[in-house]
């Protein structure tokens, strides 16, 4: 099993920046991904980004160039950089973990992000 705990979430204005953390424990060696998912209201969830052991990355389209995702292996955390924020951002954000290229069997409680004015 891997926990997930995820941090940063919050408030801010359009056009802002935000970073999310997730720091993992637990059965780390059988991480070979971790990802970013988000759910907005009445919307079905959909991946934001990934990151693979290897130092690989993925991005949905909607957030190419404005999110970065990064992992600090000595700290077993990933972060998403998120830039030039927009409305259409507002969501709970997942952090996800495991052994596929999309991380996705663990998943932490979410944390709340709010673009608005």
């Known amino acids: 099993q891997v926990q997930l705990v995820e941090s940063g979430g919050g408030l801010v204005q359009p056009g802002g920046s935000l970073r999310l953390s997730c720091a993992a424990s637990?059965?780390?060696?059988?991480?070979?991904?971790m990802g970013w998912y988000r759910q907005a209201p009445g919307k079905e969830r959909e991946v934001v980004a990934a990151?693979?052991?290897?130092?690989?990355?993925n991005y949905a389209d909607s957030v190419k160039g404005r999110f970065t995702i990064s992992s600090d292996n000595a700290k077993n955390t990933a972060y998403l950089q998120m830039n030039s924020l927009k409305p259409e951002d507002t969501a709970v954000y997942y952090c996800?973990?495991?052994?596929?290229?999309?991380?996705?069997?663990?998943w932490g409680q979410g944390t709340q992000v709010t673009v608005s004015s």
């Open positions: 996800t973990a495991g052994p596929g290229n999309w991380g996705a069997t663990y």
């Open positions: 637990g059965s780390i060696f059988s991480i070979n991904a």
């Open positions: 990151i693979r052991s290897g130092g690989s990355t």
